[in-house]
């Protein structure tokens, strides 16, 4: 069980916003050798606006509808820029299926990533509205591409302070996403993370994560999704925004309330302070 120092830092880390659900957590965050970071919703703030979009009437109602079965940060985003939009003639009898990490299915209806739909047929040319700094997802119907919609995000004023200092401490931070390159190599300019991967699937987050525990380096990894949680559970130190899906909380060690990642590097050098008082 947990020394009176480590209860005290955990006590302390509450009180700023960052729960830990045991001990082992509060150890091992100053122990971290790399900080793999999911994207969306927790290096951005995931609030997205749609800034332009093409689809027949249709595959719009379509969309909206199926948007509405999803938690998605960018589902949100198409429900509430839709939300007078009439849904009666949408065919209710179909399953809706939701793919981590990669979209939404109903029918023959698929929206989601764009890398998803590498072997469709683009008659509208949609692929070239593909540009860095927004987040594009595609309409898919019978192999064709029918619709776009664009989306804007933006990173969290906290963001690039609390990586900069995980780096001083010499973290290696990495960032995963499921978002396209263009998205990607931009986010990871703005907050300075020299090393990401994009559209990565929840089975590659997880991936990443075990191959640098082989390499005998504790790993933490912090995230918001359905599809991070797979990751969380893995990592040494699993780390959810409080935001984020219930799943991410639940597989994670550690939980930052109000999203803050500040409030993470002050929990960081709490869990410092209390090795050098215990080891
Ligand atoms: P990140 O790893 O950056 O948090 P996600 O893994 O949550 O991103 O999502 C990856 C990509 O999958 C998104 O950029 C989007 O293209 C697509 N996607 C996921 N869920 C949905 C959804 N409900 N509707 C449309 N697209 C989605
Ligand atoms: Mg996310």
Redesign the pocket.
């Known amino acids: 069980s947990a020394t009176p120092a480590t209860l005290s830092a955990i006590s302390n880390g509450a009180k700023n916003g960052v729960l830990f659900k045991g001990g082992a957590a509060m150890e091992a965050l100053s122990t971290m050798d790399i900080l793999y970071s999911?994207?969306?919703?927790?290096i951005t703030l995931g609030e997205f606006k749609v800034i332009s979009y093409e689809a027949n009437e249709d595959v719009l109602k379509e969309v909206v509808y199926m948007?509405q079965q999803?938690s998605?940060p960018?589902?949100d985003a198409i429900v509430s820029a839709f939300n007078d939009i009439d849904l009666n003639r949408v065919d209710q009898t179909e399953e809706i299926e939701?793919i981590a990490?990669?979209?939404?299915k109903k029918g023959a209806i698929y929206?989601?990533?764009?890398s998803a739909f590498a072997d469709y047929e683009d008659p509208h040319h949609y692929r070239s509205k593909l540009s860095a700094g927004y987040?594009t997802?595609f309409v898919g119907k019978e192999h064709q591409i029918v619709g776009y919609f664009s989306l804007s995000d933006q990173v969290r004023p906290e963001s690039a302070p609390a990586i900069a200092g995980f780096q001083d401490e010499k973290i290696k931070v990495v960032l995963?996403?499921?978002?396209?390159e263009m998205t990607a190599k931009k986010v990871a300019e703005e907050v300075n993370i020299d090393t990401y991967a994009a559209s990565?699937s929840p089975e590659d987050k997880i991936k990443y994560v075990l191959d640098s525990q082989k390499q005998k380096k504790v790993v933490g990894m912090i995230?918001?999704?359905i599809?991070?949680a797979p990751a969380l559970a893995n990592a040494d130190i699993g780390i959810a925004m409080g935001s984020g899906s219930s799943v991410a909380m639940e597989s994670a060690d550690v939980v930052i309330v109000k999203n803050n990642l500040a409030k993470l590097f002050y929990s960081f050098k709490l869990s410092k302070k209390l090795n050098r008082i215990i080891l």
């Open positions: 999911d994207k969306t919703g927790t948007e999803s998605h960018i589902a939701e990490g990669s979209g939404m929206v989601g990533k764009p987040t997802v995963l996403t499921g978002d396209n990565c995230g918001d999704g599809n991070d």
